[in-house]
C-alpha cells in the first residue's frame, strides 16, 4: 500500500467518483426525489428544463424528468449489480471448479460455457419473457444467462495457469486439498481479473437493461428505467429533445463510470507498472 500511495490511475479515480455520485443518487430517490415520479399534471406537459422548477424539465404526462430519471438510477442499479454480482460469483467458482477438476469435467463445464456465450441474450430475453412476463426479473435473469459463462470462461484460463505454478505443486505435495488450493492460492491470483470482468459487466449490465426496457422487454411501469424513457420520448424527439438527451447521457455516464473503474483497476493492479510485482496474467481481462 506504501508504494501504491499517491500512483492510483486517473481512470479509477474518475470512475469511481462517477459511480459513487450514481449510487448515492439511487440511495437518496429511495427516500426522497423533488416530485412524485408518478404524479400526472398535463397543465405542465413538456416544460423546458429550468421552467418553473423543474431542473430537467417535465415529460409529456407532466412528470418531472429530474425525479424519473432519480428512480431510474435505482433499477440500472439494481438489475445491473444483481446480475454482474451474481453471475460472477456463480460463473467464477464454476471456473475455478473446471480448472481443478480432471480433463472429462474440465471439457464438460466447457462446452456449456461455449454454448451459453453463443445463445443471443436477445433471444434469451424474449424466450423469459414469453414464460415469464416481461419486467425487471427477467431482465436480471437474462443477464445471468449471458455472465455466467462469460464469467467461467474468463476464469478457466488463468486458473489453470497458477495452477501450474511451483507453489501451487508445493501447496498439492503438503497434502492441501483441491479446493483449499483454489481458494487460498489460486483465487487471490486472480482477484484483479475477476474485479475488472464485474466492472465490465456492470457497464454490460446497464447496457442491456436500457436496451431491452427500449424494446419494451425490461422494466414496466411504474418501475422507473432509463431505457423505458427513451422510448416514450422518441416521438417527441423534435419538438422536447431534452427528454432524450437526459436519459441517454445517464445511461452513457454510467457505462463510462464502470468501465474507467474496471481499466483504473486493471492499471493499478499491472505488475509492471512502478516496480508492484503481481501476477500478470491475473491483470489482463
Do not use: C
Request: glycine letters at 12%; hydrophobic letters at 50%.
Amino acid at each position: 500500500m506504501r508504494r501504491l500511495r499517491g500512483s492510483i490511475p486517473a481512470p479509477l479515480i474518475a470512475g469511481a467518483i462517477i459511480v459513487v455520485l450514481l449510487t448515492l443518487i439511487a440511495t437518496l430517490s429511495i427516500a426522497w426525489t423533488p416530485y412524485n415520479p408518478d404524479s400526472i399534471d398535463t397543465s405542465k406537459r413538456l416544460l423546458a428544463p429550468g421552467a418553473r422548477g423543474h431542473i430537467l424539465g417535465t415529460d409529456r404526462l407532466g412528470r418531472d424528468t429530474a425525479s424519473a430519471l432519480m428512480r431510474g438510477a435505482q433499477t440500472s442499479l439494481l438489475v445491473s449489480g444483481t446480475a454482474a454480482l451474481g453471475g460472477m460469483a456463480i460463473g467464477s467458482t464454476l471456473g475455478l471448479m473446471a480448472a481443478g477438476s480432471r480433463p472429462v469435467v474440465r471439457d464438460v463445464i466447457s462446452r456449456i460455457t461455449d454454448v451459453g456465450i453463443a445463445l443471443p441474450g436477445l433471444l434469451v430475453a424474449l424466450i423469459l419473457g414469453t414464460v415469464f412476463g416481461v419486467g425487471r426479473d427477467t431482465v436480471i435473469i437474462a443477464l445471468l444467462v449471458g455472465f455466467v459463462p462469460w464469467a467461467a470462461r474468463v476464469t478457466i484460463g488463468p486458473a489453470r495457469q497458477v495452477l501450474s505454478r511451483e507453489y501451487v505443486e508445493a501447496a498439492f505435495a503438503y497434502g492441501r486439498s483441491t479446493w483449499f488450493v483454489l481458494i487460498r492460492h489460486v483465487a487471490p491470483n486472480i482477484g484483479s481479473l475477476i474485479i475488472v470482468q464485474t466492472a465490465v459487466m456492470f457497464a454490460v449490465g446497464i447496457l442491456a437493461e436500457a436496451g431491452l426496457s427500449y424494446l419494451g422487454l425490461g422494466s414496466q411501469s411504474p418501475t422507473g428505467s432509463w431505457g423505458r424513457f427513451l422510448n416514450e420520448a422518441q416521438p417527441l424527439i423534435d419538438r422536447a429533445p431534452a427528454l432524450i438527451l437526459f436519459p441517454g447521457f445517464a445511461i452513457t455516464l454510467a457505462v463510462m463510470g464502470f468501465m474507467l473503474m474496471g481499466n483504473g483497476v486493471q492499471a493499478l493492479m499491472d505488475p509492471h507498472r512502478k516496480g508492484i510485482e503481481l501476477d500478470a496474467n491475473a491483470s489482463r481481462p
